[in-house]
Nanobody
Framework: QEQLVESGGGSVQTGGSLRLSCAASGYTYRSGCMGWFRQAPGKERELVSSISSDDRPYYADSVKGRFTISRDNAKNTLYLQMNSLKPEDTAMYYC????????????????????WGRGTQVTVSS
């Protein structure tokens, strides 16, 4: 009954790149309100990037200029292109989706997202 499935994680060296993918069901994808969160051991889950129903992106200051969120509607897939990776980017990355619509590219709390994937691990070494 998985509705969101992440992939693309792995282990890279500092400065490397990875592209995460999130394959979504039609129901979970329909509003287009989606986001990427990450959580490192001992730390709280944090929003990395999100995209609103009207395709307005949001990026955390820590990843701005390095990460790019996008989607392919034909494939019902959300992406997160991660460049210039740093050790502090090491975390489990989760895809989230909201069944309802959202607008404006604002940072929304985790509670507004109805569906979550199992996560994909990203490890960046020095």
């Amino acid at each position: 009954q998985e509705q969101l499935v992440e992939s693309g994680g792995g282990s890279v060296q500092t400065g490397g790149s990875l592209r995460l993918s999130c394959a979504a069901s039609g129901y979970t994808y329909r509003s287009g309100c989606m986001g990427w969160f990450r959580q490192a051991p001992g730390k709280e889950r944090e929003l990395v990037s999100s995209i609103s129903s009207d395709d307005r992106p949001y990026y955390a200051d820590s990843v701005k200029g390095r990460f790019t969120i996008s989607r392919d509607n034909a494939k019902n897939t959300l992406y997160l292109q991660m460049n210039s990776l740093k050790p502090e980017d090491t975390a489990m990355y989760y895809c989230a989706a909201r069944s309802g619509y959202c607008y404006g590219g604002v940072s929304l709390p985790m509670s507004v997202y109805n569906y979550w994937g199992r996560g994909t691990q990203v490890t960046v070494s020095s």
